[in-house]
T-cell receptor, first 113, second 112 residues
Framework: GDSVTQMEGPVTLSEEAFLTINCTYTATGYPSLFWYVQYPGEGLQLLLKATKADDKGSNKGFEATYRKETTSFHLEKGSVQVSDSAVYFCALSDQGGYSTLTFGKGTMLLVSP | NAGVTQTPKFRVLKTGQSMTLLCAQD?????MYWYRQDPGMGLRLIHYSVGEGTTAKGEVPDGYNVSRLKKQNFLLGLESAAPSQTSVYFC???????????FGPGTRLTVT
């Protein structure tokens, strides 16, 4: 079945540091790929998405590129802020009609001033 | 617009008790989902619904039942709660022509 593997956390960075959170996937067909973010005590919010190979999703300074050849969708940000502290989930959506999501285990990011 | 709401926010049950979690949405979305979130496990799909009166099993359906009698509501039931069902439960909704799922704030359930 489909699966998503992302780097374990926590990832601890100082403000303005560069962020990379690795995500790789296994899927049949051509899934859509997502990054969701969960702030403390809240539900998940969509951060960015990519629906086909070589697409780049971007939002709020975060970027991720759909790499079919390496089955990866790594999340990057050039300069993190304290307010970026959250748990980040990589996910894929099947190509079937119901778009169920398969999530990675999540990576906690802690940014200190 | 309230978006996606979940009731209750917190609940403590004893083993063997039953309860129903309610998810309500005012976005007129066709698809609705129930997930559970456990430490180190990410989110796992319990059941989902693609329309009023239809439901389907997800990855971890055992011990749960669901109903979608109205388009705006999706109920998750636990008939006989077990400690293994201690978790945070999230509801999500999606328009059938969109990619994005919208999540509720979650229900934290503890079974003792």
């Amino acid at each position: 079945g489909d699966s998503v593997t992302q780097m374990e956390g926590p990832v601890t960075l100082s403000e303005e540091a560069f962020l990379t959170i690795n995500c790789t996937y296994t899927a049949t067909g051509y899934p859509s790929l997502f990054w969701y973010v969960q702030y403390p005590g809240e539900g998940l919010q969509l951060l960015l998405k990519a629906t086909k190979a070589d697409d780049k999703g971007s939002n709020k300074g975060f970027e991720a590129t759909y790499r079919k050849e390496t089955t990866s969708f790594h999340l990057e940000k050039g300069s993190v802020q304290v307010s970026d502290s959250a748990v980040y989930f990589c996910a894929l959506s099947d190509q079937g009609g119901y778009s169920t999501l398969t999530f990675g285990k999540g990576t906690m990011l802690l940014v200190s001033p | 617009n309230a978006g996606v709401t979940q009731t209750p926010k917190f609940r403590v049950l004893k083993t063997g008790q039953s309860m129903t979690l309610l998810c309500a949405q005012d976005m007129n979305h066709e698809y609705m989902y129930w997930y559970r979130q456990d430490p180190g496990m990410g989110l796992r799909l319990i059941h989902y619904s693609v329309g009023e009166g239809t439901t389907a099993k997800g990855e971890v359906p055992d011990g749960y039942n669901v109903s979608r009698l109205k388009k705006q509501n999706f109920l998750l039931g636990l008939e006989s709660a077990a400690p293994s069902q201690t978790s945070v439960y999230f509801c999500a909704t999606k328009h059938r022509q969109s990619y994005e799922q919208y999540f509720g704030p979650g229900t934290r359930l503890t079974v003792t």
